[in-house]
């Protein structure tokens, strides 16, 4: 069936330092792919998407990269900031529904 | 501004009754969805429509109950048959042929006391 995998959190990093928060999927044919994010207490808002191999999908210095041959779109991002702390989401669109990973939460320290 | 309401923030509830939360969009979006968060578990799908006066049942829909009579609103009930109502709960709103673009609520959260 389709999922998605996404690493454990939290992810705990001091402001500037580089984050990468992988996610593997499984899906039939060529899914859509999207990161969303959200903060607490909040909905979730939508941060990129890639909808073909090899996209790269960016927004606010985040960046992921749509990699079939390893089915993967991780998110990375050169300098994090204390305002990023948030729960980010890996999701898939193989048919007509999002289908959802079950989040990482990255905390960000002064 | 354009958006998705959803009330109340917060509601609490005994065991047995019913309760209705609401969800208003004003994108004059087609489709909208309500989806379940818990902690560890993501969100899953309960329900969605993607045309007035018509819904399908997502991956948990078992004591939950909806409608879609306008366009603008699909309010969601969690019946007393839903054995572990206690979560947040999201509404979204998307335009055809953008599957995969959500545009989410705050959320409510429930509470069985």
């Known amino acids: 069936g389709n999922s998605v995998t996404q690493m454990e959190g939290p992810v705990t990093l001091s402001e500037e330092a580089f984050l990468t928060i992988n996610c593997t999927y499984t899906?039939?044919?060529?899914?859509?792919l999207f990161w969303y994010v959200q903060y607490p207490g909040e909905g979730l808002q939508l941060l990129l998407k890639?909808?073909?191999?090899?996209d790269k999908g960016s927004n606010k210095g985040f960046e992921a990269t749509y990699r079939k041959e390893t089915t993967s779109f991780h998110l990375e991002k050169g300098s994090v900031q204390v305002s990023d702390s948030a729960v980010y989401f890996c999701?898939?669109?193989?048919?007509?529904?999002?289908?959802f990973g079950t989040g990482t939460r990255l905390q960000v320290f002064p | 501004d354009g958006g998705i309401t959803q009330s109340p923030k917060y509601l609490f509830r005994k065991e047995g009754q019913n309760v209705t939360l609401s969800c208003e969009q004003n994108?004059?979006?087609?489709?909208m969805y309500w989806y379940r968060q818990d902690p560890g578990q993501g969100l899953r799908l309960i329900y969605y429509?993607?045309?007035?006066?018509?819904?399908q049942k997502g991956d948990i829909a078992e004591g939950y109950s909806v409608s879609r009579e306008k366009k603008e609103s699909f309010p969601l009930t969690v019946t007393s048959a839903q054995k572990n109502p206690t979560a947040f709960y999201l509404c979204?709103?998307?335009?055809?042929?953008?599957?995969?673009?959500?545009?989410f609520g705050e959320g409510s959260r429930l509470t069985v006391l």
């Open positions: 979204a709103s998307s335009p055809t042929g953008s599957t995969g673009e959500l545009f």
């Open positions: 899906a039939t044919g060529y899914p859509s």
């Open positions: 890639a909808t073909k191999a090899d």
């Open positions: 999701a898939l669109v193989p048919d007509d529904k999002l289908i």
């Open positions: 994108l004059n979006h087609d489709a």
């Open positions: 429509s993607q045309i007035v006066n018509d819904f």
